[in-house]
């Protein structure tokens, strides 16, 4: 095993492969075998995407920066076959400084945020190349669920706890049920005449980690209901199991990321074979500034979201729960969602299922847990209790798909299972709330987040 470090190798790769006049910035070459052993299946989802670029449309400018800025535009915004979607960016913040209608600027802003989403995961795939694999790993790790992250970040902000819960458990349902459930229905039926076969181990890590979060979300909820009638003695003490339970989660995170990018690394990495050698295609600081940047539009894109959902329910007659839980999450990680069922048409579920148990993971036991801390740093009082309803949708989704991944092996049955269980329970959140409305608010019924209904 080569002795140099990570960050000096790839120093010596780019010197070595530096374009003839193109600057300090642009690699021509760094192969990704030494620095980047293994993708994860979330980059290798992201890339189906991704768009090759021709660098012989800007290398006959004559200026250098100018050229290299044009490279970079080239890579980094039209690099995507999401670009389409980008001018709803400036879309969302034309609306709000005139003072649109604010469904509008919600559906705006709620379109923009799925380009950003691919391009954030790009952004930390060309970091990787020159940090290596371990550096890379902790970038997917922290930044791979970014959107969901800063959305429940803004929600605490604005004190919308309701918004935080149902954004997030949206996000575990959608991978666990509709991507997942989608990938093995696609997959299936391309590939009839084929045993689908994956490998069990990160299903099981995955799988043992999701039901650590369950029992986490379920002890607030079972002992609210085991205290009841002591209303003071419940909420101080259930705030308190929870922020404990939280720290627990944290620390089974990190023991994972340190499972994963350590001693069982190949479990995770994807084994895709590509035909030709993986390479940066922009220099590290180009996407070091990228991402910040992509990551202050998210910042802003996301402030639009928390801030117009109330309206954007009203407006369209549909449920905070059902756009927050349903709407957010789809839109959201569409791009990796789209590369996880061509992946599954390719036959190669390994990827697929890293895709949906990874990102369902990393929801659950490190942004859900970091927003009780942050949120108790802030002195707001946010808990684990996602109500009956919440939790009980979560926890038989975490059940059914351990018993669908049990045996290694896949069909279409499989896939049509759990997207009819999605189906069943967006019709639930569909309903949610808005019988209510009409017939329960003047008797003082509350919302499961806590929050009372509106006559």
Known sequence: MD???PAAAAEAALMNNMEDGGGGDQPKGLVNKELWNGRSAHNVSSSILRKKSDPALVSKIRFKMLRQLLANLQEVVLGTKLAILFP??????????????????FA???????????RVSFLTEQIAYYTGPTVGGLLN???????????ALFALHENKIHV??????????????????TSLLCGGLANIKKEQRYDRKQADVNSLLLLLGLLCHLLPLMFKYAASGVDNFTDRYTLQLSRASSIVMLIAYI???????????????????????????????????????????????????VGTIEAASDSWGISVSFISIILLPIVGNAAEHAGSIIFAFKNKLDISLGVALGSATQISMFVVPLSVIVAWIMGIRMDLDFSLLETGSLAFTIIITAFTLQDGTSHYMKGVILFLCYLVIGACFFVDNIPMNETTSNLGVKLSSGASLNA
């Open 141 to 151: 790790a922290t930044c791979g669920n970014a959107t969901e992250l800063i959305i």
């Open 3 to 5: 002795s140099q470090p």
């Open 108 to 118: 705006s802003s709620l379109l923009g945020l799925a380009p950003l989403a691919e």
């Open 164 to 181: 935080v819960k149902y954004s997030l458990l949206g996000s575990i349902l959608s991978n666990l049920l509709l991507v997942l459930g």
């Open 255 to 305: 023991a994972y990321i340190f499972f994963q990018l350590k001693t069982h690394r190949e479990i995770f990495e994807s084994q895709e074979d590509d035909e030709e050698e993986e390479k940066a295609v922009i220099g590290f600081w180009s996407a070091f500034a990228w991402l910040v940047g992509m990551t202050i539009i998210i910042a802003v894109l996301s402030e639009y979201v």
């Open 88 to 105: 709803a960016i400036p879309l969302a913040v034309v609306a709000d400084f005139h003072n649109f209608g604010r469904p509008w600027i």
